[in-house]
């Protein structure tokens, strides 16, 4: 992948100022403006403190660094060329887990039987801390995000493994997927509710898995991946045994790749076909989260983006610049991505950490950085 630091094109606040009214202009034309760049990369830095954890949004409910969402948002660093913040922002992960480290271990021998007992989803922003029990914790899919970004990082030169303790962290990763039978137990997904199999969280711990195994990171036995695939394929293409689609799938294509393309095709048909909004993607059929007074679900902004980058990598540009586009269009006045919208406006988690990361991440991919 060709990258380099363009931090340097993002234009200052004092140079936006100047610009006048054009600062309500952030797309136009099929071209990304400065005042698009800025309010892109400012929805991220505002929301990151300088040991680089990043509240996944400012609002009162959001006010937490979730491992998932610290993870896919600091993946934008890596795709601007600003490795050292990328770096360090997969470092504020791995002090989660090392402050956790107790715990963890203790699954590796004991099974959970309470929530709270899993590898927490939810930290404080200063402390790192873990913040309350009554959560839907077991995410299978931010573990194997984990492994498969620090696998990445390994592959593409930017070593994140600092320490002995990183590499013995590595490790117990490995035996807690196998504690927890990842490949066989129910875990709450990548929308942290109801305990269900869900292939994006199977297929993700598979890709993570394989990445380390690949990078010489950890020991992983063969069968430990052959498990997961099994039960990856033995669901797929639905989501869950009883869910045919979900946003959440996306995954599997980008950044995992691990699906094949007539899989792939069914997924993104069921997507674009069942779950499209005039502002976003809902996550699946009848969610109740946010949903507007006219029945309407929840309208993930990131979702555009989402499709944006599964498309790029199917070499359709032309398609996905259309989400692209689509995507940039739900962008508030003031510059910021919400979460979602609801009746028609956008919800207080504005703006989202983890969506303004996608933009970013698929403007680079169609050229619309520079």
Same mark, same amino acid.
């Given at each position: 992948m060709n990258v380099s630091n363009t931090s340097s094109h993002i +234009?200052? %606040?004092?140079?936006?100022?100047?610009?006048?009214?054009? $600062?309500? $202009?952030y797309f136009a034309n099929d071209r990304l403006t400065p005042e698009g760049k800025h309010a892109l990369y400012s929805g991220i830095e505002k929301l990151r403190n300088s040991r680089g954890a990043l509240l996944a949004a400012s609002s009162e409910?959001?006010?937490a660094c979730w491992m998932r969402d610290q993870l896919y948002a600091n993946f934008a660093y890596y795709h601007l060329g600003e490795f050292d913040k990328?770096?360090?922002? *997969?470092?504020?992960?791995?002090?989660?887990l090392h402050q956790a480290r107790p715990k963890i271990e203790h699954v590796l021998c004991n099974p959970p039987k309470n929530v709270h007992e899993y590898i927490h989803a939810k930290y404080a922003q200063d402390t790192l801390l873990e913040i309350t029990n009554d959560w839907g914790h077991h995410q299978v899919d931010a573990i194997g995000l984990f /492994?498969?970004?620090?696998?990445?990082?390994?592959?593409?030169?930017?070593?994140?493994?600092? $320490?002995?303790?990183?590499r013995e962290m590595i490790q117990i990763l490995v035996q807690y997927l196998t504690s927890v039978r990842y490949w066989e137990f129910p875990d709450n997904g990548m929308w942290e509710e109801w305990m269900e199999l869900h292939t994006s969280s199977i297929g993700a711990a598979v890709k993570g898995l394989?990445?380390?195994?690949?990078?010489?990171? !950890? *020991?992983? %036995?063969?069968? /430990?991946i052959e498990e997961g695939r099994k039960a990856l394929f033995s669901i797929l293409p639905n989501e869950t045994p009883m869910r045919d689609q979900d946003? !959440?799938?996306?995954? =599997?294509?980008? +950044?995992?790749?691990i699906i094949p393309r007539e899989i792939e095709d069914i997924i993104l048909y069921r997507v674009t076909t069942r779950l499209i909004q005039s502002r976003g993607v809902n996550r699946y059929l009848d969610d109740n989260y946010y949903r507007s007074d006219n029945g309407i679900s929840a309208e993930w902004t990131f979702g555009f983006f989402w499709l944006a980058l599964v498309y790029a990598k199917r070499g359709a540009r032309a398609q996905a610049k259309m989400w692209f586009a689509r995507g940039m269009s739900t962008m508030t006045p003031e510059g910021d991505l919400p979460e979602l919208y609801q009746n028609g406006r +956008?919800? %207080?988690?504005? +703006?989202?950490?983890? $969506?303004?990361? =996608?933009?970013?991440?698929? !403007?680079?991919?169609?050229?619309?950085?520079?």
């Open positions: +234009p200052s %606040p004092m140079q936006l100022s100047r610009a006048g009214s054009a $600062t309500k $202009t409910d959001y006010h990328f770096k360090q922002g *997969i470092r504020v992960v791995f002090d989660m /492994l498969y970004m620090v696998g990445f990082a390994e592959a593409h030169e930017q070593s994140v493994v600092d $320490t002995q303790e990183d394989e990445m380390i195994k690949e990078e010489r990171l !950890a *020991i992983v %036995p063969q069968s /430990l946003l !959440a799938q996306l995954s =599997l294509s980008w +950044p995992y790749n +956008p919800n %207080p988690n504005t +703006p989202l950490a983890w $969506t303004h990361s =996608l933009a970013i991440i698929a !403007a680079k991919e169609l050229g619309y950085w520079g």
